[in-house]
């Protein structure tokens, strides 16, 4: 925006938007992040699709070429070549490349976070907390020194007991309220079920950007919050977020109970009064584990037997005091149906709700449980 000096004509002239310069490497890299997620962590198929790409969109130029990109990624530290038992060899990502798609993940999803310092969540209550309200009240035996207001304190002594005898006993002293925080303890379960690529239609990837968005946003905004993942099929194991770009769907049905109850079994061992459960699934249930380790599966409609067993956990999951969030990438009606009986008796919320706006609702629901727990 530039201001204008003419003497006729007084106001602002607005110029059209430019996207800041980046460089051959920095626009490259953008892509390159997008498709690595897309191929769960194949650096070779990436770059393959990266070369059809280039051949279609020029993306490359004489000057600066894909070999030169791969290069600069090997420079920079974002990919290594690895050598396997048999003395062959090949290139795969690094940690840092993982940290970058997590960190991309986080923008893309929940860009209009604004920055703030990292620490733990405000409640609505005060007490002996560490942010400052404002506010003050008298000194109460029990109370931090280092919580005294000392200007507020001698105020009160030089009114209280004149300037020229000073002196400044208990009830001269006042302290600063500060808020509660909180910390809240998180799984996020998610459906690797073969119906997340069913029909063509790739689900897994953005479940995947989900996920990676939300432990960068724990792990760098909340650090003092923890979260665990974990993913389910015919079983239910956990998974380092690490892990998370290479994500893959299997051969699996849908084992809701099993993940529930991992889950459930995460957070008994949390010290933190605040829980939750976040389930990102496109299916119904569809399998459970008997005792005696045999699996009883149907595919066919609502087995009531399976949809039985969820109910229960999400009535155990309530008597515990841990909501569950559900985000169902389907609006079938009677998978609607069940996400209601589902959410009505674990007290939990739902969404129903296509690709696009996900990772925005689970931000959204991932603030608004923490206080409604809080409150609770």
Same mark, same amino acid.
């Given at each position: 925006m530039k201001k204008n000096q003419s003497d006729a004509v007084r106001g602002f002239v607005f110029d059209k938007y430019e996207e800041p310069h980046k460089s051959p490497f920095d626009r490259l890299f953008e892509i390159f992040k997008e498709i690595i997620t897309h191929t769960s962590g194949d650096l070779d198929e990436a770059?393959?699709?990266?070369?059809?790409?280039?051949?279609?969109?020029?993306?490359?130029?004489?000057?600066?070429?894909?070999?030169?990109?791969?290069?600069?990624?090997?420079? =920079? *530290?974002?990919?290594?070549?690895?050598?396997?038992? /048999?003395?062959?060899?090949?290139?795969?990502?690094?940690?840092?490349?993982?940290?970058?798609?997590?960190?991309?993940?986080? /923008?893309?999803?929940?860009? =209009? &976070?604004?920055?703030?310092?990292? *620490?733990? $969540?405000?409640?609505?209550?005060?007490? #002996?907390?560490?942010? $400052?309200?404002?506010?003050?009240?008298?000194?109460?035996?029990?109370?931090? &020194?280092? #919580?005294?207001?000392?200007? /507020?304190?001698?105020?009160?002594?030089?009114?209280? $007991?004149?300037i020229g005898d000073f002196q400044m006993s208990e009830d001269d002293l006042v302290v600063e309220e500060t808020h509660l925080k909180s910390q809240m303890s998180t799984v996020l379960m998610i459906d690797i079920? $073969?119906?997340?690529?069913?029909?063509?239609?790739?689900?897994?990837?953005?479940?995947?950007?989900?996920?990676?968005?939300?432990? /960068?946003?724990?792990?760098? #905004?909340?650090?003092?919050?923890?979260?665990?993942?974990?993913?389910?099929?015919?079983?239910?194991?956990?998974?380092? !977020?690490?892990?998370?770009?290479?994500?893959?769907?299997?051969?699996?049905?849908?084992?809701?109970?099993?993940?529930?109850? &991992?889950?459930m079994d995460m957070l008994r061992r949390k010290r933190n009064t605040n829980k939750q459960i976040f389930m990102i699934t496109d299916g119904k249930p569809?399998?459970?584990?008997?005792?005696?380790?045999?699996?009883?599966?149907?595919?066919?409609?609502?087995?009531?037997? !399976?949809?039985?067993?969820?109910?229960?956990m999400a009535r155990q999951a309530r008597k515990l005091r841990i909501p569950i969030t559900t985000f169902m990438i389907a609006q079938d009606p009677y998978l609607t149906s069940f996400v209601q009986e589902f959410t009505e008796a674990n007290q939990g919320k739902a969404f129903y709700t296509g690709l696009k706006g996900l990772g925005e609702m689970i931000f959204e629901d991932y603030e608004t449980n923490r206080k409604r727990r809080i409150r609770g």
């Open positions: 770059l393959d699709w990266m070369k059809q790409l280039d051949e279609e969109y020029q993306l490359t130029t004489d000057e600066y070429t894909l070999d030169d990109f791969v290069e600069d990624l090997k420079k =920079k *530290g974002y990919i290594r070549e690895e050598i396997d038992s /048999e003395g062959g060899g090949g290139m795969s990502i690094t940690a840092k490349t993982e940290r970058a798609i997590r960190q991309q993940a986080l /923008e893309r999803i929940f860009g =209009k &976070l604004k920055k703030g310092t990292s *620490g733990n $969540h405000r409640t609505n209550r005060v007490g #002996r907390g560490d942010e $400052h309200t404002g506010d003050f009240r008298n000194y109460q035996f029990g109370d931090s &020194l280092s #919580r005294i207001s000392m200007t /507020e304190s001698l105020r009160n002594a030089q009114i209280n $007991h004149g079920s $073969h119906s997340m690529i069913l029909y063509g239609e790739d689900r897994i990837t953005p479940a995947k950007k989900v996920a990676m968005a939300l432990a /960068e946003l724990i792990t760098t #905004r909340y650090p003092k919050d923890t979260l665990d993942i974990l993913v389910f099929g015919n079983d239910a194991w956990p998974i380092e !977020i690490a892990e998370l770009p290479y994500l893959k769907v299997g051969p699996y049905h849908t084992n809701t109970v099993a993940g529930l109850e &991992l889950a569809s399998c459970i584990r008997e005792r005696d380790g045999t699996y009883y599966k149907n595919s066919m409609g609502l087995d009531p037997y !399976i949809v039985g067993k969820c109910y229960a």
